[in-house]
Every structure is written in C-alpha cells, then in structure tokens.
C-alpha cells in the first residue's frame, strides 16, 4: 500500500537532513574551569574530532588519559559511508512510496541510534578509564570519563555533553520518520505502526532523560560555593542550581544562591533545590518549599533564610524568628526588590 503524498514530503525533508549533518558537528564536550574562563570545546563530526584538541591532549597528560587523535577512531571513517547509506535507503523509501518501506527505515535508524550511543558511551568509558599509572597527577579512584548527556564535574572541569547541530539534524530526521509512520498508522490503524512509532518514542525519551534533574550529594567542609567561593560547612542552608544542560552549581547560603540567580537569569535554569533547615544537608524542591528570613538565623554569608518542605514547620519556626512565610516566588521578589534597591 502507497503511503500520502504528505509521509513522502516528511520523508524526503528526513534526507536533506541526513545530508546536512555531514557538513556540520554532530556532538560537542565543553570544558569549563576557573584557569579556562572561556572553556574548552571538542567537537565530534561524522569525519573527524575537531576543537582545542591540543590543549585538551596537554591537560589529559597530566592525569594519564590517552591523547584524541581522528586517525585512531574508525567510527571516523565508517560513520560517513553509514550516514550516506542511510540518506540512500531515506530517498529509497520515500520514492517507492511503500509502507513497509517506511517502517524498515525508522526500525533501521532507530536502531543505528541505540548503536552510535553505545558505542560513544564505550569511546568515553575507555579513555577516561584506562589511564596511564605513571601518569604526574594521580587521584585514588579517581576516573575522567565525561558524561553521556549533560554535565559532570572532573576535578576541576566541568564537563557537558551534548548534541550540536548535526545530533539535532539526527534527532529532527527522526521524528520526522516518526510523524510519517504514525499518519500512516492513523490511515489504516495498524497496530504494529503503532507499535513501531512507541518504540522510538521510548527511545527518545531515554534519550532526553540521560540528563538528570536529580541534586548531587553537597560535600560539607570539601565543595566551595559557586558564587561566594567559600568552602561549604552548613548544611542547614546548603542549596543547589541544575542548569538546562546539566550543570550543577552549589551554594553555602540561599542568598549566595538568590544573587546568583539574579546575575545570570532564569533562563538556563532547570531545577533549584534548596536545604531543609530542620534536616542537616537534605536537599528538597526550592519551588515547592516555604521559607523564613531573619537575622537571628545566622547563615554563612548573611542571607539569613531557612527552607522547609511542609508549611506547617515553616509556620512553627517563623513564629520562633518572628518572621514571615514566603514561597518561591515571594523570596525571589523580595531578593529582586532588595538588589534594585541596594543599585
């Protein structure tokens, strides 16, 4: 049976999308630290590893970890023949026109997905495992394995993983088989369409969840505040930031935390967790909490404001302080109000 002219469309807006992603980076690892303010950036094409390569081979020296050359990846010289084949078998299906065709090609490129991520997951696990034991920095336990998706701190770098525009190229090509696949199914009402379009959402969703809204562990009396750069002792009022591509910044007061949400915006932010004040270091949502404010609380750097997850212990110990209750929202207007005031 003939697919719609409209699939075919889909299909063929697929290809060119497969094309593009040749001529452009498919994956990139930033590297952010202190003594690299502008960061770092290694960038994966279907060809080639591009980027601050020797700089990033001279710091991987110093911690054992092997040096990045194109030349020692054959994924560089397969991946260009893979892409081409898919971009033929794409046009294939959308000149034949034929259903089948159509979910070959998604159960096809759904499975090269899983593959190309499995095997980046192993390329990754390999260098930042196997380390040199001579090597002039050696930390017991210590690995550099960069992450899958998102942000993870190594040492001093923070490390994010994520897709350029050729992985997006990879990702828009995909749903466009899919939106292709579940019109047909809604034509004819297959089930096994169907079943087939699930299965690469499945796959998507997995895809997306790799970075994680989850807090990390704060390291009292080890972490040092992103903002105020003093090393973390109060887990009363400990507080954490999850950036939109993972990365996590940590605080040793909500106000620290307040100043630099005010600096930076709320539009890379993701997820702020925030300490509850009647359990030591224990991290809960800071959009659902409640929170008073009084100088007799005595933070580490003056904010001077305690959270908690239940209302009713906000209330009990607001009344303590003689302070008010706020939410989120209220705490982060008065901050505002505060900083516009102070300028």
């Known amino acids: 049976m003939k ?6 469309i889909l299909i063929i807006v697929a290809t060119v999308a497969l094309l593009l992603s040749l001529f452009v980076p498919i994956w990139s690892i930033y590297l952010n630290a202190p003594q690299y303010p502008e960061g770092l950036r290694l960038q994966i094409w279907a ?25 020692d990846f054959i994924e560089f010289t397969l991946l260009p023949y893979i892409i081409c084949f898919y971009i033929l078998v794409f ?16 159960g096809a490129f759904v499975l090269f997905g899983v593959i190309a991520m499995v095997d980046f997951w192993k390329w990754e696990y390999d260098y930042g495992h196997n380390l040199d034991p001579n090597a002039a920095i050696k930390v017991p336990g210590m690995t550099y394995q960069p992450p899958l998706i998102g942000f993870k701190q190594l040492l001093n770098f923070g490390a994010y993983s994520v897709p350029d525009i050729g992985g997006w190229l990879f990702v828009g090509a995909g749903l466009l088989l899919l939106i292709a696949v579940v019109k047909e199914a809604r034509r004819t009402k297959r089930r096994k369409s169907y079943a087939l379009a699930l299965s690469f959402i499945a796959v998507a969703i997995l895809f997306s969840s790799c970075t994680s809204n989850s807090p990390q562990p704060v390291l009292l009396n080890k972490d040092a505040c992103d903002f105020c750069k003093m090393t973390i002792s109060d887990g009363r009022f400990v507080a954490e930031l999850i950036t939109r ?19 930076n915006g709320n539009g890379n ?18 959009t659902t909490a409640w929170f008073i404010q009084s100088e007799a ?22 009344a303590g ?22 300028h």
């Open 3 to 8: 697919i719609a002219f409209l699939s075919r």
């Open 47 to 71: 060809n080639k590893i591009a980027g601050d390569i020797d700089i990033v081979n001279g710091l991987n020296h110093y911690i054992g970890m092997k040096t990045l050359h194109s030349k």
């Open 91 to 106: 046009a294939w299906a959308a000149v034949t026109g034929k259903r089948k065709a159509l979910n070959i090609v998604l």
């Open 245 to 263: 591509n993972g990365r996590i910044y940590k605080f040793d007061d909500m106000g620290c935390l307040l100043h630099y949400i005010k600096e």
């Open 269 to 286: 932010t993701r997820k702020v967790y925030v300490a509850d004040f009647k359990k030591n270091n224990v991290l809960t949502d800071a």
């Open 297 to 318: 609380l005595k933070s580490p750097m003056a904010g001077n404001i305690a959270a908690f997850p239940v209302k009713d212990n906000a209330i009990k110990e607001a």
């Open 321 to 342: 302080y003689q302070a008010a209750v706020m939410d989120w929202g209220q705490l982060k207007q008065i901050a505002n109000a505060k900083g516009s005031h102070e």
